[in-house]
């Protein structure tokens, strides 16, 4: 069952900061996080393992809750390049890796 | 490092006519996805190869849908016959572990 994302959408002005939720209705192995732009291909942001370990590079950032089978994206002081589609992508326990894409997030960062 | 080649990049078919896609993943990668992409949606997995062994192939729609990954490396998708809602993009990816690294994509439409 593909994990649900909110909000659906965002629009936001340079300098402000959101949050994107995964929720998954099966047990997680793991969690990625992808932005696409329109008309490019998926680019990878980062995985989460099992753990509950926070990660994060510049100013995105994420949180994996195994036990509430849920992911938080965290933009920070978000910048006009952030604008494109958020997707997580879940999969299973490492072996049985049937991988499935979020229902995805549209960001707007506007001047 | 080289990334995902697709080819081609754009293809226009009528309906009931066959088409092929081609994908060379990153070398070394033994993980190589087929996603399909509708406009507006998340990429659905197709076919998950490891190596040239099926992982998983439970949407893929064999009636019409097939592929094939000869010695590990490069992958070929076929649609025979093709329909109007196989209109999508169709999108190669390959993985060494974890992180999933996405070609330019072939956008198919059928007419």
């Known amino acids: 069952q593909q994990p649900v994302q909110s909000p659906q959408a965002v629009i936001l002005r340079e300098g402000e900061d959101a949050v994107i939720n995964c929720s998954s209705s099966?047990?997680?192995?793991?969690v990625h996080w992808y932005r696409q732009k329109h008309g490019e291909a998926p680019v990878f942001l980062m995985i989460?393992?099992?753990?509950?370990e926070q990660k994060g590079h510049d100013k995105i950032s994420a949180s994996f809750n195994e036990k509430k089978q849920q992911s938080s994206l965290y933009l920070t002081a978000s910048q006009l390049s952030y604008s494109g589609t958020y997707f997580c992508?879940?999969?299973?326990?490492?072996?049985?890796?049937?991988?499935?894409f979020g229902t995805g997030t549209r960001l707007k960062v506007l001047a | 490092e080289a990334g995902v080649a697709q080819s081609p990049r754009y293809k226009i078919i009528e309906k009931r006519q066959s088409v092929a896609f081609w994908c060379n993943p990153i070398s070394g990668h033994a993980t190589l996805y087929w996603y399909q992409q509708i406009l507006g949606q998340g990429p659905k997995l197709l076919i998950q190869?490891?190596?040239?062994?099926?992982?998983?192939d439970s949407q893929l729609p064999k009636d019409r849908f097939s592929a094939e990954r000869l010695k590990g490396v490069d992958s070929t998708l076929k649609i025979q016959p093709a329909k109007l809602e196989d209109s999508a993009v169709y999108l190669c990816a390959s993985s060494s572990i974890e992180t999933q690294y996405f070609g330019p994509g072939t956008r198919l439409l059928v007419l």
């Open positions: 989460l393992l099992k753990g509950g």
């Open positions: 099966k047990a997680l192995y793991s």
């Open positions: 992508g879940t999969g299973g326990s490492s072996g049985t890796y049937k991988y499935i």
């Open positions: 190869f490891q190596n040239n062994g099926v992982v998983d």
